[in-house]
C-alpha cells in the first residue's frame, strides 16, 4: 500500500490509473493524500512501514505507527553539505556540485543542501557557475531546467530567499538575465553567500535551487559545524587527499557518503541507503532492502526421532543425568 505526498496529485492519480493494469490491487495500491489519509494510513497495523519526507512528518508517523508496534524505516532528508577541499580545484568542484544542485530543480533529499568552501575561493566558485548555468540553461523556460512542484514549494522557496537577503546576505542570481516564468514555477537558482544561521535558508532544508556556501580556514572547523547540527542525510567531500577524505569519514557522522560527487551513493544497488539520528533511521536498497522488508523467519523441523525427550524427562536423577555426564566427559 502506497500512500502518495499531498504535493505529486498529479502522479498519485497516474500510478493509481497505470498500476492495475499490471499489478492485482491486493499485491499493489497506490492512494492519494489528503482528507486526513496521512495519518490514518500512518495508523494501519502494517508490518512494516516506510516513510520518506521531513523530520517533523517523521516524528508523527513514528508516533502513530508506535501505537501498533509497527516497525518503521523512516528516510527524513536534512541539511547535506559538500566540503570542498583546498587541494581541489573550484572548476572541477563548480561543475559537480551545479550538476547535483540544477537536477530536478534540486528537489532531491540527499541534494547539496549548502556547501564549504576555503577562504578565497568564492569568487572563483561564483564565476564557474555562471558560466555553467549560463551554458546548460540557455533557457531557463525550457523543458531542461525543471518546475518547482506546486505553488506552495514556490512561495516557500521565495520567502527562503527574501528573508536570508533581508539579514545581510549577498544573494547571486545564477538566471539573471533570464526571465523565469512564475506561472509554470521556473524558479531562477540563486547562491547565497554569507549566510548565518538566524537565516532560514540555515536551519531547514532547502528541497529547491538555493545554494548557500560557507567559507573555512581549518578542516576541524567544518566537522564541528556539521557535528553541532542535526546528523545529515550524506556527506559530501571534495578532495585527492586521502588523509582529508578520511578525516571527515571517520569524523562526521551522516547517513551515507559520496567521495569528489553528489548522489551517487543512492544509486549503488549494492550499498544499503538510510539516515541516522534526525536524518532518519534504518536502511533500505541492496540486501539490507531485501532484509528490511522482510520477515527472516525461523522454522524448525523435528525429524522421527527426537533425542530432547531422552534428555528432559523427569526424574533428571536417571538416565538425563547419566547422558549429561556422558557428553560433559565427552566434551571435555
Known amino acids: 500500500m502506497v500512500k ?12 493509481m490509473r497505470v498500476s492495475p493494469k499490471y499489478f492485482p490491487i491486493e499485491k499493489l495500491a497506490f492512494f492519494e493524500d489528503g482528507g486526513g489519509r496521512g495519518p490514518g494510513f500512518s495508523s494501519l497495523p502494517f508490518d512494516h ?5 521531513s523530520g517533523a512528518t517523521g516524528r508523527s508517523v513514528m508516533a502513530n505507527a508506535a501505537r501498533n508496534l509497527t ?16 587541494d581541489f580545484p573550484v572548476k572541477t568542484a563548480a561543475e559537480r556540485i551545479l550538476w547535483v544542485k540544477m537536477f530536478n530543480a534540486g528537489q532531491i533529499c540527499t541534494n547539496v543542501d549548502y556547501m564549504f568552501l576555503p577562504k578565497g ?13 549560463a551554458d546548460r540553461f540557455p533557457d531557463i523556460n525550457g523543458q ?25 546576505a549577498v544573494l547571486i542570481n545564477l538566471a539573471e538575465q533570464q526571465e523565469p516564468d512564475a506561472k509554470r514555477r521556473k524558479f531562477a537558482p ?21 545554494l548557500p556556501i560557507k567559507t573555512y580556514a581549518d578542516r576541524q572547523e567544518v566537522a564541528d559545524y556539521i557535528n553541532s547540527h542535526d546528523r545529515p542525510l550524506a556527506i559530501y567531500p571534495f ?62 523441523y523435528q525429524g522421527p526421532l527426537s533425542p530432547i525427550q531422552m534428555l528432559f524427562q523427569p526424574p533428571y536423577s536417571g538416565r538425563p543425568m547419566s547422558i549429561l555426564r556422558t557428553m560433559i566427559k565427552w566434551k571435555t
Request: hydrophobic share 40%; glycine share 10%.
Open 121 to 133: 575561493s568564492e569568487d572563483e566558485f561564483v564565476r564557474h557557475c555562471r558560466r555553467l548555468f
Open 239 to 300: 578532495t585527492h587527499n586521502a588523509e582529508l577524505r578520511d578525516f571527515y569519514i571517520s569524523r562526521v557522522m551522516s547517513g551515507g557518503v559520496s567521495v569528489n560527487e553528489a548522489l551517487l551513493h543512492v544509486g549503488q544497488h549494492d550499498l544499503p541507503f538510510g539516515g541516522v539520528g534526525a536524518s532518519g533511521m534504518g536502511h533500505y536498497h541492496a540486501r539490507e532492502g531485501f532484509n528490511a522488508f522482510s520477515k527472516l523467519r525461523p522454522v524448525f
Open 190 to 210: 540563486h547562491l547565497v553567500l554569507n549566510p548565518t544561521e538566524d537565516m532560514i535558508v540555515m536551519q531547514r532544508e532547502i528541497f529547491g535551487p538555493i
Open 4 to 15: 502518495m505526498s499531498e504535493n505529486s496529485k498529479a502522479l498519485a492519480q497516474v500510478l
Open 49 to 53: 512501514l516506510l516513510f520518506t519526507g
Open 71 to 86: 516497525p518503521v524505516t523512516l528516510e527524513l532528508g536534512g541539511k547535506a553539505p559538500a566540503i570542498v577541499g583546498p
Open 144 to 168: 531542461d531546467y525543471t518546475s518547482i512542484i506546486d505553488e506552495r514549494s514556490f512561495a516557500r522557496l521565495q520567502a527562503t530567499l527574501e528573508d536570508a537577503h533581508t539579514k545581510g
